[in-house]
């Protein structure tokens, strides 16, 4: 029979960390405000604070003790508004924020690459999707919708699908020529969510402590992650609700969506991003 070496110790279980992520849609806005310091962050409506506290409150209750918690935003207004209320109202409820590296008093970390999409005007975009007239560069134009959306898609999908770079060049022509440089040089769908997944992909590696981080951003993102869990039958995040996403078995996987969809356990967000929009020569 074999002797036991007196040394041996067995080793404990490693304790398994946790990863949580919350990804909120900002509340709803004014859309008074651009990139601003964040004590000068004041672009929700009354309704959109309180649809952000409330959902505040809600995730405080989903926060164990031992959870390290974060909160990072985007640097425009209404998301930084955001995450201000989520902070001070996480932490009414007791809630312990990590702040070291943050912003003052609330702690909230803030990242560009979180932004809206750039270089982009609701204004300019709006009549590709719905018709419309428009002014712009000093000139009133009409855009014709059966022109530059000959498939009726809605706002999210014809941008999801850079329906601008379907515009036929006929059409185009017809168009001020300031006007279409203007719309082709917004930032396409697949560049902002892009550099919006890459926080997500290194938070899905780290390995040693339970950790919780609450980012706060728009909806490219939050109607990406919405659609993806929800087999595309969900429309959206709505202003001020949140995401859970968990790190189960190596996937980062969501367990609720907004107030109306439990998500799916099986699809990693990340991964699926990939696999959608990535060419396999990039992975």
Known sequence: MEKMNKNFSPQKPKKESTLRVNIFRHGKAKYGQKEVPI??????????IEEVRTNAEE???LIQPDEEVEIWSSPMGRTLHTAKIIAEALEQKGVRLRKKGGAKETGVKIFERLSEVKNFSWNLFCPLVAGGEIEFGGKKFFVDKNSTNPNNLGFPEYFIKDGIKDIAPETKIRLPEEYVREIEGFEKFIDVTKRIMKPLSRLKKLEDKSYRVIIVTHDALTG??????????????NPGEFINLERRDDKLVATRVGESHEGNTETDVVDEFNRRHIPHTQK
């Open 39 to 48: 004590e000068q962050a004041e672009d929700l409506t009354e309704e959109g």
């Open 59 to 61: 995730l405080a209750e």
């Open 224 to 237: 990406f992650i919405a659609n993806v869990f929800s087999s595309g039958a969900h429309g959206g995040l």
